[in-house]
Nanobody
Framework: QVQLVESGGGLVQPGGSLRLSCAAS????????MGWYRQAPGKERDMVAT???????NYVDAVKGRFTISRDNAKNTVYLQMNRLKAEDTAVYYC????????????WGQGTQVTVSS
């Protein structure tokens, strides 16, 4: 069982920046893919960015060039640096850990609210 704890959400003005953190309860070397997803009111949860244990990254087109996902293996933490935030980035952001243990298993954090508003 991987436990994930997110932090760093909040209220920010359009054009501002936030950095989300996701601390894992075990070494992230053992986690195949970590990622950030978001869910806006009335919408489905969608992938924002992922990073593999080989540090390959992937982003949804809407955030390319604005968001950066990174990992600190020593701290078992994954980050999402969000720059030039827009109102449409407003959502609950969830950290995800996907591991292969005979089959793919997904773990989720509790979510952190990001609100972009003036």
């Amino acid at each position: 069982q991987v436990q994930l704890v997110e932090s760093g959400g909040g209220l920010v003005q359009p054009g501002g920046s936030l950095r989300l953190s996701c601390a894992a309860s075990e070494s992230i070397f053992s986690i195949n893919v970590m990622g950030w997803y978001r869910q806006a009111p009335g919408k489905e949860r969608d992938m924002v960015a992922t990073i593999t244990n080989g540090s390959s990254t992937n982003y949804v087109d809407a955030v390319k060039g604005r968001f950066t996902i990174s990992r600190d293996n020593a701290k078992n933490t994954v980050y999402l640096q969000m720059n030039r935030l827009k109102a449409e980035d407003t959502a609950v952001y969830y950290c995800n850990a996907a591991v292969v243990r005979g089959r793919w298993i997904n773990y989720w954090g509790q979510g952190t609210q990001v609100t972009v508003s003036s």
